[in-house]
């Protein structure tokens, strides 16, 4: 307890699944949170109480992560009411699937905005505050999609792979200001995302992965409380598979 201690976090796309969960474990380390949703308003609100009553501040803020002028709008939102921002975790994400041959224009450009371009917005966002404070840990939500592909998600792999190549050049230009850049790539973790998915697809899955069962947002969130705490100082660029051993 208390990895975070005093930290502000801001995370994107927390109103359900995994970021639901980087949002309460990080707040159940002591961090402050700032966190973003879309649509889901009442599902906001209700995590903006629930995390309050972890006895930190938080708030939620309804901003569309795909929009480079609602992104800005958000930083300066967020270092107004908390003061710094010490970690940032892109975590927005959407799936539009299909085979490629049947893929539209607009659900390749849907998925690349939301996934990717979120990414640069906020991060692009982040960078005067981080670069003032010299100080600042980014945490990239990718997939291991973007590390192996998958039929049926060109769309999300590309967007998750390019997360990948952000997360690592980020790196390289910021770590001379103390400021860390790295991936956590969760396998299969059971959220509504994946809800829509038949539940064979779903077994041939388990089968797969060496430890014989899907994840919990939990066990994703953990590694982000990971690499936001003092424990990954001398940790950037890399990309952390949270996957159950699935790509081995
Ligand atoms: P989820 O349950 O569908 O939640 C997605 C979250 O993103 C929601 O809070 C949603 O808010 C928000 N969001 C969507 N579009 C947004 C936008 N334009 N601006 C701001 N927020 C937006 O998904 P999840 O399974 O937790 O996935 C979270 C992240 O993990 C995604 O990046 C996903 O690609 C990645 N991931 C998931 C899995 C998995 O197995 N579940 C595996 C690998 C990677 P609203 O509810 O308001 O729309």
């Not at 976090?9 to 879309?38: D, H, M, P, Q, W």
């Not at 958000?74 to 710094?84: A, K, P, W, Y």
């Not at 975590?91 to 085979?99: E, M, S």
């Not at 779903?202 to 014989?212: F, T, V, Y």
Request: hydrophobic share 40%; with cysteine.
């Amino acid at each position: 307890m208390g990895l975070l201690k005093g930290k502000n976090v801001l995370i994107t796309g927390a109103s359900k699944g995994i970021g639901k969960s980087i949002a309460i474990r990080c707040a159940e380390e002591g961090a402050n949170i700032g966190f973003t949703y879309l649509s889901s308003i009442e599902k906001g609100k209700a995590l903006e109480t629930e995390l309050q009553n972890l006895g930190i501040k938080a708030k939620g803020y309804q901003s569309d992560a795909s929009n480079s002028i609602a992104a800005e709008k958000l930083l300066n939102d967020f270092i107004t009411d908390f003061g710094s921002l010490d970690g940032l975790v892109n975590n927005a994400g959407i799936t539009k699937d299909g085979l490629l041959m049947r893929m539209t224009e607009e659900n390749w450009d849907a998925v690349i905005n939301t996934n990717l371009k979120s990414v640069f917005n906020l991060t692009k966002s982040a960078i005067k505050p981080l670069m003032k404070q010299k100080y600042g840990s980014i945490v990239n939500i990718t997939s291991v999609v973007g590390l192996k592909g998958n039929a049926g998600q060109a769309n999300y792999a590309a967007s998750k792979a390019g997360i990948i190549g952000f997360t690592k050049s980020v790196a390289l230009e910021l770590g001379s200001r103390n400021i860390r850049s790295n991936a956590v790539a969760p396998g299969f973790i059971e959220t509504e995302m994946t809800e829509v998915l038949d539940p064979k697809v779903i077994e041939g899955w388990k089968e797969g992965i060496p430890l014989k069962k899907s994840g919990n947002p939990a066990d994703v969130a953990n590694a982000v409380v990971f690499l936001i705490s003092e424990l990954s100082t001398y940790i950037t660029g890399q990309v952390i598979q949270v996957d159950g051993g699935m790509l081995t």
